[in-house]
Nanobody, 127 residues
Framework: QVQLVESGGALVQPGDSLRLSCVAS????????MGWFRQAPGKERVFVAA????????SYADSVKDRFTISRDNVRDTVYLQMNMLTPEDTAVYYC????????????????????WGQGTQVTVSS
């Protein structure tokens, strides 16, 4: 498995930007697709964005498309989630996750396809 540590969560105002980071360690970490998920109070954990092992392919939930950008730096073993134009609906705990299958061809949005998870970082958007 891969060990993941997220950071960057904060309390921000609507319209603000925020960048989350996720540092990975462990075997085959550079060969795994990485995803960001979020969970709001009382709701299930949902897919936000994913990036393949090389960083060349990405996928986004419709709710964040054109506002969020996922990227990775395999030299620094870090995955980023740049979040722009934040709204109160983006308030949630954000989790970084590593795909269970190294070098998977197609990005997956299903939480059960990821077998390593970080502890989460809180993002609160409020005026």
């Amino acid at each position: 498995q891969v060990q993941l540590v997220e950071s960057g969560g904060a309390l921000v105002q609507p319209g603000d930007s925020l960048r989350l980071s996720c540092v990975a360690s462990g075997r085959t970490r550079a060969l795994r697709a990485m995803g960001w998920f979020r969970q709001a109070p009382g709701k299930e954990r949902v897919f936000v964005a994913a990036v393949d092992w090389s960083g060349s392919s990405t996928s986004y939930a419709d709710s964040v498309k054109d506002r969020f950008t996922i990227s990775r730096d395999n030299v620094r073993d870090t995955v980023y989630l740049q979040m722009n134009m934040l709204t109160p609906e983006d308030t949630a705990v954000y989790y970084c996750a590593a795909d269970s299958q190294p070098l998977r061809v197609a990005l997956t949005t299903t939480p059960s396809s990821y077998d390593s998870w970080g502890q989460g970082t809180q993002v609160t958007v409020s005026s």
